[in-house]
């Protein structure tokens, strides 16, 4: 009788877990795990330096696609050039065997556009699934002679003082386009700051040597919940949950251009084995729908776009956004 | 000799570095540009080149002769292999032979024990870094 | 007062916990080991153990990180006396009066007075954490471009009196270490200088290959030339402990190097790097015989081992009471920090005391173990001294090879290694001293970015420089430096060198 119990037993266990099984992420993703793949751990490589908003997002990332694909990965800070070098490496450089995943930004786009200079195209670069994205936030002080302006105020006053207004900017990237647009729209002229990072030009701003500063969200909550900034105005097109007073630039003047906004995605080096590239995309997909690493991602305040999110072809919509940017090069004469 | 040499090599280096540097462009409207800074540096380089030159105490540098030039050479040489082929046959093979060349040729030890102290360190470095610290080291053509 | 003395018997609640302590014992060996081992740096250990703190509770794995990290600034020192090889950047400096003491068969009073600095160091830092954190991070977090400009001009004027001969020789070295720091973007405006199309480049010379090259591969390149069949340095080891003599002629500079160091460590570009040269050169400056410099005097060691572990607890106040990283290992912390689902920011010590005096409060504990850990390897380390140099130096180069290569996983970082390392070995023998080149390199960058930084926010050009007084205090301080440089210079060297 016993013996009956624990069979009877056994098999209602057996049949449940297969039951669970067949709608279980984690079986779904093993079945598309090729043959002796992977033998070694799988590199994520990220451009920008660890502990920076990008290489947070993607060790979350790493952290859940370990748990579900159960492969090691090892997320690798290949720095230098604000990006460029990792870029290239990715694109020139990284074998296209499966082992190399990047998890880039679409700043990889202006590296491309702008300064490969031939060497290499963004399209030896396949995506493979999206991440999130961020938009680029203007932020004030809660101290000195701004206070308690709107982003139309500050315009304003920026362009009946023309370079008095200091901004922080980096360099060669999204942080001096959308100035170039706000000056050449309203005639407004600021002083641009030059720092290497957004949250360098937060810290200024803290300190008192600029006025306004950029960056994404992540790099300042701290301060907004130590009230030290205030948030004025957000490049996207809609405004944001977690800051749901603050308007977008395309509200505040009335446009449709103030888009400036960080896609971050995966890729594979071009020439990845077709097998390899859909069980990576499908591992990081995987973890993406996981509710613990979204729940995590929304703190860091971003936000998903839906476009993307649903997208069918991946790579194409992300080459529209691309050639969107493009098309800014060449109005402003960057490109050719 | 060998100092005057080096210090018309400054010389000549600074120069060339400067007018690089000119061409980056020197001030512009918001304030130095990018040449400004390397172009100082270079002209310093320069003239410290040409001072040296000028001076009369000159160092005699006592490079080495016979064995001791081989055996600098050799370690030279050594990490050269190592730099060029770490990408190509992956960093346990590329460092086992580079060391065992290292002790054959600078060290002059014999075939048993070069093999057995070049094994042991290659696989203790590969261990320690690679799966106790998880480092990547580039792996050959055999996968590790 | 009180509530800093309440915070940290808070702190101390919550780090006495067996698992805790244990996290903190584990980084600090871990930190000890990274140190010891040349090129991997404390900004490695740390990106590598990351993922493991994911594990952890938030105070156990910060906790575990933050002993890493200044476990390394005591680890550092070792290979840099006994081989004269840098274990980090940031011990450097300890190679030019450490080695010479072991080759004087001092290894281990040096090794000794390294720890106990270190320790000494490490505690006061701590101390002036627990009661002055908010208060200085108030007034760090002021320090804009001008400041940042004007440390910078002073550290480099410092440089000159660390220049051990010819004075022509140390300036040229600075105006290349310029040079050399200019290869890649221009942080300013985004372009690329000096890269000829290499995307290597682009992404500027690496610290580490640099030194590693200039100091490890260049030492393994002399010690070769000479191979004797025997052991390497010392004949005799006279000694495992500090003399007398040798506490009463360290404690000042460890004093100072704990001062400057915790400076140091709170300015963005500065840390445990800065600190060091700028320790060595300031007991330099001082000293009563500056000749000893160089030669094996202990000062040269006691006073930049205490300034780099001392500047560890300076440069965690900007992040821990503001968010804001100082360098790339505390950035790593941040997003350590961040990662654990901790907002690190103005709000941290209210919203989380028990974290910032937990992580406090493990620094008094971190400081003691590293001691227990450090001084009885001593022995140990001297014994290593008795491995023939023929059979260790491919284990080290091998080590160089890796420790570089940890940097940025990229094999052109060995070429510049190697590079400087031949570089290095030729112009040691021309007499060059090769320091000023390592800390111009270092603090060029920030210098210039600064300046031009300043002269751009400022509306009137360069007169921001006067008319901040921190700035203008600064410079004027290095307007007299200079001047009374030149003037010991004159006088003993007879005129100009």
Redesign the interface.
Known sequence: MKWAGISYALVIALLSTSAGAQSDPKAELAKLKPKDFP???I?FTVVYPAGGGMDVSARLLAKHVENWSGDRI?V?NRTGGAGMVGHSYLATQAKPDGYTVGVIASLLWGDAMLRAQGRWSFTDLEPIAYVNSDALIWVGSTDGPYKGMSIKDVVNAAKDKPNTIRVAIVPGSMWEYILDQIEANSGAKFL?VPFQGGGAGITALIGGNVDIAQGFFSEFRGYLEGSKVTPLAVAAAGRMDFLKDMPTFNEAFGSNEYLWQLVRYAVVPKGTPPDRKAYLAAAVQTAMKDPELIAEYRKQGVFFDPKLENSKNLAADLNAYAEVERQFYVKTGRLK | M??RT?NVF?IVFGAA?AV?AWS?GMVGP??????L??FI??I??SG??I??LLRRAV?A????RGG??W??L???L???V??AE??YLG?SVT?FI??II??RT??R?SWLSAIA??FV??AS?FCL?GQI???????GPW?W | MMEALNGLLTGFAVILTPSNLYLCFLGSLIGTLVGVLPG?GPL??LA??L?VTFTLSPIGGLVMLASIFYGAMYGGSTTSILLNIPGEAASVVTCFDGHQMARQGRAGPALGIAAIGSFIAGTLGVVIMTFFAPAIAAVAIRFGPPENFSLMVLGLVCTLFMISGST??G??M???G??TA?VGL?V??G?E??TFGSVDLSGGVELLAVVIGLFG?AE??SN????AKSTLLADRIRGLWPSLADWRASWRPILRGSGLGFVLGLVPGGGPVTAAFMSYALEKRIAAQPDRFGKGAIEGVAGPESANNSAVAGSLIPVLSLGIPSNPVTALLLGALIIQGIQPGPLFIAQRPDLFWGIVASMYIGNVFLLLLNLPLVGLWVQFLRIPY??M???V???C??GT??AN?N?FD??V??GF??AG??LR???YDLAPFVIAFVL?PLL?QS??QS??MSPD?AMILIKRPVTALLLAVSVVLTFLMFRRRTKSEGGLP
């Open positions: 033998t070694q751990p590199e090892i690798n641009r | 060998f100092e080096l400054w570095s690089y980056l918001a304030g130095p540009e990018s040449g800074f390397p540096a270079s310093i380089v410290a080149g001072v040296l160092v540098p006592d490079f080495p001791g030039l055996r600098v050799g370690v030279i050594g990490l050269m190592m730099a770490m990408p960093f460092s580079t060391m290292l002790l600078v060290d030890s102290l070049a360190s290659t470095v870094f610290l998880g480092m990547a080291l580039p792996r996968g | 991997v490695a250990a590598l153990l993922p022509i020789k300036v040229l600075m105006a290349l310029f040079l200019a221009d300013v405006n372009r200088r000096y591969i393994i390149l070769v030339e000479t191979m023929r059979v130096f491919p284990v180069l091998l080590l090879v890796v290569y940890s996983k094999v060995l070429w290694m190697l390392g031949v070995y030729v023998k021309l007499e060029a210039e300046l031009r002269l751009v050009g």
